[in-house]
């Protein structure tokens, strides 16, 4: 038996948790946890719910936590972002995507977590049952603040993000890409050339080991599209890619493209927009 934590039971990466689940044979069962987030107790509420079966969780950053919680409470190995696992070999995402790791699990029981987007997402017509984490004696939640955005939408809730890379050219140069977004009531994100360069704070990378955005339309400004940026927008419904080069990777991802100097295109759209909207 396999028990699937769930971080919502519609929730894209959560679904492809569960066709790895459903891979390894056997009954599979869902749960997922509502409220306050704390890694220990609600690890420990899996573990509970999980008894002695395996547990599979998403390849996201709270799956991950999750699982590597629960197996330093059952002192037992974990195998974060596997895409392929027969037996007690199995196959898992490194490095951002960019090295495969062969490997064998030295556990009967398997706790695993699924390599976004390396299973496509299993439809779940079943109960996804919605555990009560305990947080013991003495402790008790008594509020959850939100972080202030100053009246911005968050990167991971944008419906648009408009994102910028090396080709802005400088923390200044997003100037440009603020005013597209104050427009477009979306969030600005970077690639991680632009945080490392500190032009622009580690909570706007988008990518493999920044944010994991799924907006409606993700602009893409002088980023060339590496697998581990990819790996944080494909979730986006619609990508347009603004790039001087027109061999630039991320044009593959590209639903709309735009072949160009970002410093005057992304102002030329703009000023269309504040036409449109009469501002
Ligand atoms: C373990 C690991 C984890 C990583 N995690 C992340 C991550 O989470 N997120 C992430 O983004 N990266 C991540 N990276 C880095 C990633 O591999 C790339 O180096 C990075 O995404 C490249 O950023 P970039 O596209 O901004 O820069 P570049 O690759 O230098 O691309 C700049 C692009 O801008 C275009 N350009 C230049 N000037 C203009 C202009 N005036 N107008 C229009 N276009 C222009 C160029 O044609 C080019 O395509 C990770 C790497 C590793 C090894």
Same mark, same amino acid.
């Given at each position: ?55 599979? $969780?998403? !390849? @996201?950053?709270? %799956?991950?936590?999750? &699982?590597?919680?629960? *197996? #330093?409470? /059952? =002192? ?90 090396? $080709?802005? !050219? @400088?923390?200044? %140069?997003?100037?440009? &890409?603020?005013?597209? *977004? #104050?427009? /477009? =009531? ?29 907006p409606d339309l993700y602009i893409a400004c002088g980023i060339s599209g590496a697998t581990q940026h990819i790996a944080g927008c494909k979730g986006a419904k619609a990508l347009l890619a603004i790039n001087a080069d027109k061999e630039a990777t991320i044009f593959a991802h590209a639903d709309y493209a735009v072949i160009g100097d970002l410093h005057e295109i992304v102002p030329a759209i703009t000023a269309e927009l504040r036409k449109v909207k009469g501002s």
């Amino acid at each position: 038996m396999t028990l699937v934590f769930m971080e919502s039971a519609d929730d894209e990466l959560s679904r492809q948790a569960l066709t790895l689940a459903q891979s390894l044979g056997g009954d599979v069962r869902a749960v997922t946890i509502d409220g306050p987030y704390a890694p220990s107790v609600w690890a420990a509420a899996i573990v509970e719910a999980a008894g002695g079966d395996d547990i599979v $969780g998403p !390849g @996201s950053d709270r %799956g991950n936590e999750l &699982l590597a919680h629960a *197996a #330093a409470q /059952l =002192d037992l190995p974990f195998a974060a972002n596997v895409s392929e696992i027969q037996g007690d070999e199995l196959t898992r995402l490194r490095w951002g995507g960019t090295l495969l790791e062969e490997a064998r699990l030295h556990s009967d029981r398997r706790l695993l977590s699924s390599a976004p987007f390396a299973f496509a997402p299993a439809t779940w017509g079943q109960e996804v049952a919605v555990l009560t984490p305990s947080f013991g004696d003495g402790v008790q939640v008594v509020d959850h603040v939100a972080p202030d955005m100053g009246g911005k939408v968050s990167l991971a809730d944008a419906k648009v993000v408009v994102s910028g890379g090396r $080709g802005v !050219g @400088s923390a200044e %140069g997003f100037a440009i &890409l603020e005013e597209l *977004a #104050a427009l /477009l =009531d979306a969030a600005v994100g970077c690639s991680r050339v632009v945080t490392s360069a500190g032009w622009r704070p580690h909570s706007d990378q988008v990518g493999q080991t920044g944010t994991k955005v799924s907006p409606d339309l993700y602009i893409a400004c002088g980023i060339s599209g590496a697998t581990q940026h990819i790996a944080g927008c494909k979730g986006a419904k619609a990508l347009l890619a603004i790039n001087a080069d027109k061999e630039a990777t991320i044009f593959a991802h590209a639903d709309y493209a735009v072949i160009g100097d970002l410093h005057e295109i992304v102002p030329a759209i703009t000023a269309e927009l504040r036409k449109v909207k009469g501002s």
